[in-house]
């Protein structure tokens, strides 16, 4: 049986899906870059845009609509967003592990553009934690 969910909780999910609509549209925006956008990076990053693997792309695609998917049901106040989240969050690692790992976009982007990666995954992991403490204390089931 449900109990009655806190107010940080609902600000908490409420943030979520703003933060998850937002890397929706990130997608969006990079899968329907106007060729105008593309002339205008620099050799390196439209290289680096370009030869951005499939299932890179694919992986972003997992990352984003799934954390949206995971926040409309913590709304929704269902337990599902859990494994929800948690699929979000392979699609984050695996992306990831392209930009840290693999690609060249340190370099082309620079150090300091490794902040923003860092969050994404902070803030994944701290909405299945989240998520987790709200099946346990049945604001959601």
Known sequence: MKTK?????WIISSVALLWNAM???AYIGQKMMPPEVLEAMSEAERNLHLSTPS???AA????VWFGLLGSILLLLRKAMAHPILVISLVGIV????WIFFISDSLEVYGAEQSIMPIVVLLFAIYLII???KAKA?????
């Not at 969910?5 to 909780?9: D, E, L, Q, V």
């Not at 972003?60 to 990352?63: V, Y």
């Not at 204390?137 to 089931?141: A, D, G, Q, R």
């Open 23 to 25: 890397g929706c549209l």
């Open 5 to 9: 969910a806190p107010t940080f909780y």
């Open 130 to 132: 989240f998520t987790r």
């Open 60 to 63: 972003f695609a997992i990352a």
């Open 94 to 97: 695996v992306q990831q592990f």
């Open 137 to 141: 204390s049945n604001w959601i089931n």
């Open 55 to 57: 299932w890179v792309t």
